[in-house]
């Protein structure tokens, strides 16, 4: 694989970490972009990683280099959120 599948992780809290920290694990993979509801502590997170902030998903879903969304939200929102991501492509 030439490319590696660029993720995005949706959640900047505990769960959110973990995952950001678990995915430079998987070579083919590469985390991109962290989304949260406050941008001031979800920059703090992408800078952490050395990513891209986002505190809007519609925004996150424009991206074309962003081929996984890992959901690392309360529960009740993956639906949505996973619903949103296939519709999306």
């Given at each position: 694989m030439?490319?590696?599948?660029?993720?995005a992780v949706l959640g900047y809290?505990?769960?959110g970490t973990t995952h950001l920290s678990a995915w430079?694990?998987?070579g083919e993979c590469e985390a991109k972009a962290v989304m949260g509801r406050t941008l001031e502590k979800v920059k703090k997170v992408a800078e952490k990683f050395?990513?891209?902030?986002?505190?809007n998903f519609e925004e996150l879903l424009k991206r074309d280099d962003i081929d996984i969304i890992d959901v690392c939200t309360?529960?009740?929102?993956?639906?949505?959120?996973?619903?949103?991501?296939?519709?999306a492509g």
């Amino acid at each position: 694989m030439a490319d590696k599948l660029g993720v995005a992780v949706l959640g900047y809290g505990f769960m959110g970490t973990t995952h950001l920290s678990a995915w430079k694990y998987i070579g083919e993979c590469e985390a991109k972009a962290v989304m949260g509801r406050t941008l001031e502590k979800v920059k703090k997170v992408a800078e952490k990683f050395g990513i891209d902030a986002y505190n809007n998903f519609e925004e996150l879903l424009k991206r074309d280099d962003i081929d996984i969304i890992d959901v690392c939200t309360p529960t009740s929102t993956h639906a949505k959120y996973a619903i949103a991501s296939m519709e999306a492509g």
